[in-house]
Nanobody, 116 residues
Framework: QVQLVESGGGLVQPGGSLRLSCAAS????????MTWYRQAPGKEREWVAV????????NYADSVKGRFTISRDNAKNTLYLQMNSLKPEDTAVYYC?????????WGQGTLVTVSS
């Protein structure tokens, strides 16, 4: 069965950094463009970043450009999100998925809290 397991979240001060991971299984990870989303309490889910299947192209939401970097290791079936210069407005539960949410399922997400 398809599984997406996000990890790496935690509490960090403004200006700090975190690296999130998404361990994928149950599908051919290397064939899919992958995305990160986030959802803050009481708000709708927001798209954050995307990476193509071989990792050769990326794109980002304007709110995170220049601060976040999406990457992947297809040999490990793992997606990453390096988050630098974190701001309180980055506080959210972060989720990974395929582009277009084609698996029909979501993981539990990992909570990032940016606070002083």
């Amino acid at each position: 069965q398809v599984q997406l397991v996000e990890s790496g979240g935690g509490l960090v001060q403004p200006g700090g950094s975190l690296r999130l991971s998404c361990a994928a299984s149950g599908f051919t990870f290397s064939r899919y463009s992958m995305t990160w989303y986030r959802q803050a309490p009481g708000k709708e889910r927001e798209w954050v970043a995307v990476i193509t299947s071989a990792g050769r192209s990326t794109n980002y939401a304007d709110s995170v450009k220049g601060r976040f970097t999406i990457s992947r290791d297809n040999a490990k079936n793992t997606l990453y999100l390096q988050m630098n210069s974190l701001k309180p407005e980055d506080t959210a539960v972060y989720y990974c998925n395929t582009l277009g949410e084609t698996l029909g399922a979501w993981g539990q997400g990992t909570l990032v809290t940016v606070s002083s």
